[in-house]
């Protein structure tokens, strides 16, 4: 449960949030749910790309960028997802709109595995994929930076690293989970029931994920700092949503800049890992004179990195909160620019173990971001527009530089035979996330803007009353 605890130090009066460690864990067990079922599609989708291909598209040259085009409209929309969730979530709370969310997710994957093939219904299902991806795309525009939210409001001070770090072992678990599956299908199944049906177990699997979500969501309290927030402003469910919009871009943009700035640093990581690297190591390299590996390979040494991650990523969360977020952020940032040329040398040889090394150094860049923005980005904004705030700065930059890294690298690379052009996008995105983090404020073990400090226990409230240090964020 949690309390706002009412305590006095020197008679000066402060508000204490206190949430226990088994409400904390059902908070970050509801929020991470949402975060495996949309990587969990993520990693299906793009893991079965081929036979997404061959069944909704007719065959030809444009079967592929019609693939793409279905990853890529996802992103268009995520940024309309972000504008119309994020303020609701603002004006009605965090667990309604991530309910909504969830749900939808999860349908829109669900749906997809029942769309009829090309070969039965013609021109309807690859418009019906397109309508599925919308679906997602939308829906997951108000889930990411919602999770980040409803994690970050309930977590105490002290430990806010530690806890927003298990969203993102939920986004590498949902990525591994589906890239897993798609890659054993094959290998456990006959070609033609791989080829007519197996491929659409995991799609299926994603409704289920979705109802535990909700239920995990619609069981939990609204955050402690949301539910301080309405006591306040009991007027604040009938506010526009244009209203907050206008003052995030007139009052909030500097924040959202900020929050920009290491989206791109972190997504774009990301992405060039978990999107373009598997086809870059097994075709693009060969157009610039390198040696592709085998599929099944790549696909095995990406799905372990993934893993390993799952187990790394909250020991450095916990790591930030002892020494603070951008030592962390600033050794990923710095990391890709002094190392992303080596990493692609590396993976250009064709050697088994030196594509494992080079793709694990992004791993290991990729994590130091993944443990500290849930942690870092909700710390920007205050209560009133922090929702709203995350989703429409990430999902705005997210779709503008990483969603479409894929699509960028494989035209550069394949249009130039140079294949250096990912490395070039990593110091990119490196300097940017230096630039940024030279005027950000340490979050660490401090309360959130606008919000109560927030502890663990009674006895932690009353020796922060003791010690003077409860004051508002």
Same mark, same amino acid.
């Given at each position: 449960m949690t309390d706002t605890a009412e305590a006095g130090a020197g008679g000066t009066p402060a508000?204490?949030?206190?949430? &226990? &460690?088994?409400?904390?864990?059902?908070?970050? #067990?509801?929020?991470?749910?949402?975060?495996?079922?949309?990587?969990? &599609?993520?990693?299906?989708?793009?893991? !079965?790309?081929?036979?997404?291909?061959?069944?909704?598209?007719?065959?030809?040259?444009?079967?592929?960028? #019609?693939?793409?085009? #279905?990853f890529a409209v996802s992103f268009?929309?995520?940024? !309309?997802?972000?504008?119309f969730f994020g303020p609701l979530g603002d004006r009605i709370g965090r667990t309604k709109v991530l309910s909504i969310t969830v749900i939808m997710m999860a349908i829109g994957t669900f749906l997809l595995g029942f769309i009829p093939p090309y070969s039965a219904i013609g021109i309807w299902a690859p418009i019906l994929l397109v309508l599925c991806r919308v679906v997602q795309g939308f829906s997951t525009g108000g889930e990411y930076a919602g999770a980040m939210t409803f994690i970050a409001e309930y977590s105490p001070d002290r430990r806010r690293g530690f806890f927003g770090s298990f969203l993102e072992c939920g986004t590498f678990i949902g990525y591994a989970l589906g890239a897993t599956v798609a890659t054993v299908i094959p290998l456990v199944s006959t070609p033609e029931f791989a080829s007519t049906w197996a491929w659409r177990i995991p799609f299926f699997i994603a409704l289920p994920l979705g109802i535990v979500g909700v239920y995990l969501r619609v069981k939990l309290e609204e955050t402690p700092a949301f539910q301080t927030l309405l006591s306040e402003s009991e007027e604040r469910e009938g506010q526009q949503a244009g209203e907050g919009i206008k003052k995030l871009f007139v009052k909030y943009w500097p924040a959202m800049l900020t929050a920009g700035g290491l989206v791109v640093a972190w997504n774009i990581t990301n992405y060039m890992l978990t999107s373009y690297m598997p086809t870059f190591l097994e075709e693009n390299v060969t157009a610039v004179g390198g040696q592709a590996i085998d599929t099944t390979t790549s696909q095995v040494i990406q799905i372990v990195i993934l893993w390993i991650a799952v187990f790394i990523i909250p020991g450095l969360g916990m790591l930030s909160d002892r020494i603070g977020r951008k030592p962390l952020l600033y050794a990923g940032s710095i990391g890709l620019v002094v190392l992303a040329v080596p990493m692609l040398y590396i993976l250009q040889l064709g050697s088994v173990v030196l594509v494992a090394v080079g793709l694990a150094v992004m791993g290991i860049l990729l994590v130091l971001f993944s443990s500290t923005c849930p942690s870092t980005l909700p710390a920007l904004f205050p209560t009133e527009v922090r929702y709203g705030g995350l989703s429409i700065s990430f999902n705005i930059f997210v779709s503008a530089f990483a969603g479409t890294t894929s699509l960028i690298m494989t035209a550069l690379v394949l249009g130039t035979g140079w294949g250096y052009w990912p490395a070039m996008y990593l110091i990119f995105a490196g300097i940017v996330g230096v630039i940024v983090l030279v005027k950000l404020k340490d979050p660490a073990r401090k309360p959130l803007l606008g919000s109560n400090p927030a502890v663990s226990t009674p006895e932690e409230a009353r020796e922060l009353a003791a010690s003077g240090a409860a004051v508002r964020g």
């Open positions: 508000n204490i949030t206190v949430t &226990d &460690d088994a409400t904390m864990k059902r908070a970050v #067990g509801a929020a991470a749910v949402g975060n495996i079922t949309e990587w969990f &599609d993520f990693g299906v989708y793009a893991y !079965l790309a081929t036979t997404i291909e061959s069944n909704f598209f007719p065959p030809g040259p444009l079967a592929q960028v #019609g693939v793409f085009a #279905g268009l929309v995520r940024p !309309l997802g972000g504008l």
